[in-house]
Every structure is written in structure tokens, then in C-alpha cells.
């Protein structure tokens, strides 16, 4: 039987079938109601996108009632378990998990991609000393369509691929290269004696140690955390990528949209105001008199509660184990009881249960980017390079995806009309 939804319009007595397709109805289908053959049809006004499907995709399911997160149907917890970045990377971009020899190609590929043109070294050293790492992240990604012109040649699937390559092969580069700057130190370049994540950290922290050794347990934790930001569906920054990338531009300047979308405190910027909040609490004393704060609407409560995830995020669970690892080589951070009674007393707390606010993937990541001796403002860069593959894959399947059309929302104009202009001669008269 096929599913539909009767539309009476009142205005006009007007009624109207509209199939349901996938829990989805068309807004096409919507435009179809008139109040009036001349007058416009109806349209949806949905600030934000919070109930509208933008695009058919096989990357990322979530539940977030009941907690799921899926990368092309693997759970996530045996992804972050079982699997590595690199592999992680793979299965969203090709959509299936590699054989042993596909999985050594597309490792040497990367592997021997990371090193970026001299060039571009010039271009990120010409930033100030203080530049913000996400900015110059931001302005190196898109600076490096003018190196690779053939990049916008997006119809030929081979030079599709040799992009992707590049990309997540570079991103780790640019990002390491933007923490030296801010360090004022010189650039390292990448190892390829080494794995994804530990050629990483050896561009990081590498000083004048003829070989960088990563603790594995740190190198572990790192691929983790890259893996759980790998992707998540359409948020703020895939869906920034794939407005972008609908002009069919270059898949650098669609990416560094991303990027930019990450930039901002609402999308990236959670965890750091997780650190901040839990540094103002100080101690597990102090916490009480908090949440109290919170419940009176003084204080916010962050990195709990997720705009998708109406249930425990399934990234925070992983995190949390991750922390423990790190600890192990850094020492526990005297913030981590914080956390955890914190978390403790809103779990079980009614306020809390009531509204569904469990612990999301920032609560426990900024302790541990700040165990790893990062600075805040390079949280969000780390979040940048595990995205990486998620945005190649949505940005992939926005190219390859017949119904997809250049990004146009529509608008309600709400300004004055039709207003008779008058010369300056004698307005200012």
C-alpha cells in the first residue's frame, strides 16, 4: 500500500494527496498548493534545517533516541574497538571494509601523500604568530586548490579519488605545521616510517630526537578519538561541505567550508567550554553548589545533552575508556574526579533524567586533548583531521548523487516594498 498524507488547505477547500517516501514527504510536493493559480506555492520554514532532509545518503545512520551511531551499518563501538583510522576512512569513502590488499594500497597512498608542497609552507609561515590554528587550517586547505588545478576536474572518478588521497594524507600535516607556528617552532616534517597517527604526533612534538617513539597507548587513544569524529551525519559542517560542493567547485574549497563551519563555538568549540566549565568548578566541593547554578538557569550545564542524541551519546561511553588509557602514560588530571562526579550526580539526578541530559563526545575529550599538552584553541583541529573522511565521503556522494541540485533555500522576505527612491540632492536638502 502506498503511503500518503491528505493536505486539506483551508484557504481554498483545496485537497491534495502527497506521498510519504522513507518517513519523508517531498517539499516539492508542497509547492503544489496554491491559494491561487498565480499565487506562489506553499513552502516549509525550517530555520536551522531541524526537521528537513536535504539529501538521500548510506554514510551515517543515527538513532539518537535509542543511541546508536552506525558508519555504513558497523556500530561504532566495534569500529573504535576493533578497526583503525585509516581502515575507518576507507569504509566511508568506498562504503565497504578493504582486503588485506586494498588496505595496504590506500595506506601507502596516504602514507606517501603527507608531505605537502614547499610552497605551502611559505604561505601558512607568513601567518601571524598568534593566528588562530583553525584559521590557518582554514586558509591552507583552500589555498591548496591553486596548487592542485586539476582538483576541479570532479567528473573523472580517478581524479575524484587522487583528491581524497591528498586530502586526508595532508590534513594532519597542516594542522601539526599550524601547532608548531603557534609554538614558534620549526615545521617537522612527516615520517614515513611511521603510522597515520604516530607520523602526527612525531610532527607535533618531535624535537631533536633523530626518531620520534609515540607511548602506543597515547598513538591508541589518538586513532580513537579520530575515529568517533570520523563522521556524523548531516551537521553543521557536512551540511556546509555539500552546499558548497553543489556548485561543483574543487573539493579543497568545499572542505575548508567545512572547516570554517567547525570553526565556530557552537559546532567545534564544545569541549573547550567543557574544560572551562569544569576548571571554574575547581573541586567535587564546589560541584553541589553547581548544579544548583545550573537548575536556577545562573550556570550551563556542557557537554551534556546533543541535539540528535536524546539518549547517551555512544561516542561519550568510548571516550570515557580512552581517558583511562591516556592517564596511564600522563597522569590523572586533577579535573578528571570533577567529571566523573559531576556525571555522576546528573545521571541520577531527576532535573537531569527528565530533560534527557546525558554526557555527549565533548565532555571527556578536552581532558584528554589537554593531557596530551594541546592548548585549547588546537581542539578544534584535531576534531578537523577525524572529519576529514566524513566530509570527503558526503562530499563523494553529493557528486555522484543525480537528484542533487546547487544548494538554494528558500526565503520569507520580511522588508519593505515597493519604496520610491528619492535622489540625494533632495533627501539631503
Known sequence: MTESLTVRDNRTGMEYDVPIVD??????????????????????YDPGFVNTASCRSAITYIDGDKGILEYRGYPIEQLAEKSSFLEVAYLLVFGELPTKE?????????????????????????????????????ASVGAMSTFYPDAGLIGDADNRHLQVVRMIAKMPTLGAWSFRHAQGKPYVYPDNDLSYTENFLSML????????AADPRIVKALDTLFILHADHEQNASANAVRAVGSTQVDPYSAVSAGIGALFGPLHGGANEAVLRMLKRIGTVENIPAFI??????????????HRVYKNFDPRAKIIKKACDDVFEVTGVNPLLAVAKELERIALEDEYFI???????????????????QFPPEFFTVLFAIGRTPGWLAQWLELTT???????????IYTGPRTLDFVPASERWA
Open 401 to 411: 548523487d543525480k537528484e542533487q541540485k546547487i544548494a538554494r533555500p528558500k526565503q
Open 292 to 305: 544548583e547554578g545550573v537548575k536556577a538557569g545562573n550556570e550551563r550545564l556542557m557537554g551534556f545533552g
Open 23 to 44: 518517513g519523508t514527504i517531498r517539499a516539492a510536493d508542497i509547492g503544489q498548493i496554491k491559494a491561487a493559480d498565480d499565487a506562489p506555492g506553499l513552502a516549509v
Open 354 to 372: 527528565k530533560r534527557r541530559l546525558y554526557p555527549n563526545v565533548d565532555f571527556y575529550s578536552g581532558l584528554i586533548y589537554e593531557a596530551l
Open 102 to 138: 586494498q588496505f595496504d594500497k590506500w595506506v601507502h597512498a596516504i602514507t606517501y601523500h603527507t608531505f605537502v608542497h614547499e610552497n605551502i609552507k611559505g604561505f601558512m609561515q607568513g601567518f601571524r604568530y598568534d593566528a588562530h590554528p583553525m584559521g590557518m587550517l582554514m
Open 205 to 212: 612534538f618531535k624535537m631533536s630526537e633523530p626518531k620520534y
